[in-house]
């Protein structure tokens, strides 16, 4: 009965190494993968978005509400301002994003597993930084961060709603 218990116990120990060494190697590939996603732009033409540097252009466009135009490589573009003006090599760390107000507003999903989708702004909680968003083409209603949407100017087409 002692070889029983001493196997099971070794057979215990070895199934806590493999947990260990699976926990470490996955941790490791959400390093690497974290490392990757971290030059993953937020960035998207169509996209309304506020100048939060006061070193671009030595600050004449500080707190101006901007569109982009085009993602010119990762985390920098080009983007025009209400005037028509076109700002050049503008970084995304220059920028926020914009929560739109009105009735039913379009939003773009720019960070998480929704990155990419539209949808529509349904309710706004500032005091939590909360969007509560129904994306194109589903019935549900999602909540998202105020960072991981922005306001979308681009049309939308009629089939997409």
């Not at 991981?148 to 709603?161: L, M, N, P, R, T």
Request: with cysteine.
């Amino acid at each position: 009965a002692s070889g029983t218990t001493t196997s099971a116990a070794a057979a215990s120990t070895d199934r806590r190494r493999n947990e260990g060494a699976s926990a470490t190697s996955t941790a490791a590939s959400s390093a690497s993968s974290s490392k990757r996603s971290r030059f993953q732009t937020w960035l998207a033409p169509q996209l309304r978005v506020r100048i939060v540097s006061e070193k671009y252009a030595r600050g004449k466009f500080y707190n101006v509400k901007v569109v982009v135009d085009e993602v010119t490589q990762p985390g920098v573009c080009n983007c025009f301002t209400e005037q028509g003006k076109l700002l050049e090599d503008l970084h995304e760390e220059d920028l926020e994003t914009l929560i739109p107000k009105g009735e039913n507003p379009v939003v773009m999903v720019v960070q998480g597993q929704h990155r990419g989708q539209r949808g529509v702004l349904v309710e706004r909680d500032k005091r939590k930084s909360k969007a509560f968003v129904r994306l194109m083409g589903e019935a549900d209603i999602e909540c998202f961060s105020f960072d991981d949407i922005c306001e979308h100017v681009g049309a939308a087409e009629a089939g997409d709603w």
